[in-house]
């Protein structure tokens, strides 16, 4: 035995010589062209006998803006349930806060799986580059994909059936498992291969429970959510794009912002937070709208005042230098400011299309939120149903949405003071971010007694500031009107005004000759 292995040994180390010598002299000084039809043809005798197929999914599109391929997250979520049990060496992602762990397998590992009975196999690869270079891009030099084999006789089955089922299987586990995300967008400074978007873990605790409102038209916002978010069907019969419109208006401290987090929390959406004055045009409005998911609602707070965007199509020159409040001041002091910086050049036109236009249908699923503290200086066309659908106005402080408040802060349903507030609210407006903050306790020492009567103190001192702003407005309004018709009376009377001052000359003039002749008596 021994004998017959060092006779084949001898017989195998010269052949494994000559294959060496020979395929070091294909790759020294065979042309590459030579090389590439010998490749071919070889891959194609080699594929006529070999009864297997593959398919590769790699990590980053070719032609896309440098972000992973949709597919091939889909693909590593689906396998993570096979990587545990098969393969040996894993890679760990932590999602969900940090309370669960993800296993996917590493780098050339080989897991199987089962569809009606057939096996496939999926292969993790990795393409290294030939040259060294240094790269702030990882994956220009480390190239990742995954190999779907599986015998040709199932071609049909694995693309027309099984690709789908694992495609639609690994969505939804990202969906059951993802960290949801707050986004912001980059301003335009960046280079060509910047991000589009910055993103942090969204964490806000808002919830629809939470929300100081009445609690029909809390019930009336969650079953006009809820039936969108089913609606995808529906949508696509009647030819629109899976999308939807809320306008959120009302004075400052009335929670449209605690609104929307409470949104994305009941259907577990991402959130994109758009500050229209870091996007330098219409064409960049357009790519961050590109680079947005599904799953998400995209917000524009305090769209009054982000850009001069309101009213614009009966704006003339001179309403331009007018500053009719204390917004508008601030925002010309901004510009006097910083000359210097290039204004942004998003127009209303290409804000509209962003909302509404061809682009708006990408994706699919998404909310679209305007927040505004003043929704009659919006152009109309801005906030028309069809582009803001629903509009909900949040306004000041009710009895019901104190008794919110009242449970959430103090844990408390009914009290002695509760019937007073309730007149108090009656008369006099007050904001639940003013409620909420006079509920807080601001010490261990302070009960709920302590509470309410502070609340009720502010309601009262409220309740006496806006007695004496009104009395000033209406001093100030009669001053105002006994102006204008003393002024009305002068132009309608200028004659009589004109004979009264020529007798009062007469009499003066009179006078002063009275006087010389008394001074020379």
Not at 305 to 329: F, I, P
Not at 388 to 400: A, G, P, R, V
């Amino acid at each position: 035995m021994m004998m017959m292995m060092e006779q084949v040994w001898t017989q195998l180390g010269p052949a494994i010589a000559t294959m060496v010598f020979v395929w070091t002299m294909y790759q020294n000084y065979f042309p590459h062209e030579i090389r590439g039809h010998i490749r071919r043809y070889t891959d194609k005798i080699v594929s006529y006998f070999y009864p297997y197929m593959q398919i590769i999914f790699h990590e980053y599109e070719t032609d896309g803006w440098y972000e992973r391929s949709k597919a091939y997250v889909a693909i590593e979520r689906y396998l993570s349930k096979n990587s545990s049990t098969q393969a040996k060496r894993l890679k760990a992602n932590v999602v969900k806060d940090g309370q669960s762990v993800v296993l996917t397998m590493d780098d050339h590992e080989e897991v199987t799986d089962e569809y009606k009975g057939e096996k496939v196999w999926w292969i993790s690869s990795q393409q290294v580059a030939n040259r060294q270079t240094i790269s702030w891009y990882p994956r220009e030099d480390e190239k990742r994909y995954f190999k779907l084999k599986f015998h040709r006789k199932n071609r049909e089955l694995m693309t027309n059936s099984y690709l789908k089922y694992v495609l639609d299987e690994g969505k939804a586990i990202s969906v059951r498992e993802r960290q949801r995300k707050l986004y912001t967008n980059n301003t335009g400074d960046g280079g060509y291969r910047r991000r589009m978007w910055s993103q942090v873990v969204f964490e806000h605790p808002s919830t629809f429970d939470t929300l100081a409102m009445d609690p029909n038209k809390k019930q009336e916002i969650m079953d006009d959510l809820e039936t969108f978010s089913k609606s995808k069907e529906y949508y696509a019969k009647v030819g629109k794009a899976w999308k939807r419109g809320y306008l959120l208006y009302g004075p400052p401290g009335t929670g449209k912002s605690s609104m929307i987090a409470a949104m994305a929390n009941f259907l577990q959406y991402d959130v994109y937070d758009l500050e229209l004055t870091a996007v330098k045009d219409n064409t960049e409005l357009r790519k961050l709208l590109i680079d947005t998911t599904s799953k998400s609602i995209i917000v524009i707070e305090d769209i009054d005042c982000s850009l001069d965007l309101t009213g614009q199509r009966e704006k003339k020159k001179e309403e331009k230098e007018e500053v009719k409040d204390e917004k508008d001041a601030i925002k010309e002091k901004v510009k006097k400011l910083g000359p210097e910086k290039k204004p942004s050049e998003v127009t209303l036109s290409g804000l509209l299309n962003f909302i509404d236009g061809l682009w708006s249908a990408i994706g699919g699923e998404r909310l679209i939120v305007f927040t505004t503290n003043f929704v009659e200086k919006l152009d109309p066309a801005l906030i028309r149903r069809g582009r803001m659908d629903k509009h909900i106005e949040l306004s000041y402080c009710c009895f019901e949405s104190f008794k919110v408040l009242a449970k959430n802060y103090l844990d408390v349903e009914s009290h002695d003071h509760f019937p007073e507030i309730r007149r108090l609210l009656e008369e006099t407006n007050m904001t639940p971010a003013d409620v909420a903050e006079n509920l807080m306790p601001k010490s261990s020492k302070e009960n709920v007694d302590t509470c309410l009567e502070r609340l009720i103190k502010a309601l009262e001192t409220a309740k006496e500031e806006a007695r004496l702003k009104a009395e000033e407005e209406e001093r100030a309004k009669v001053e105002k009107e006994k102006e204008e018709k003393e002024k009305e009376t002068e132009a309608k009377n200028p004659e009589p005004v004109a004979d009264e001052l020529k007798e009062n000359g007469k009499l003066e003039s009179n006078g002063v000759k009275e006087d010389g002749d008394a001074s020379k008596v």
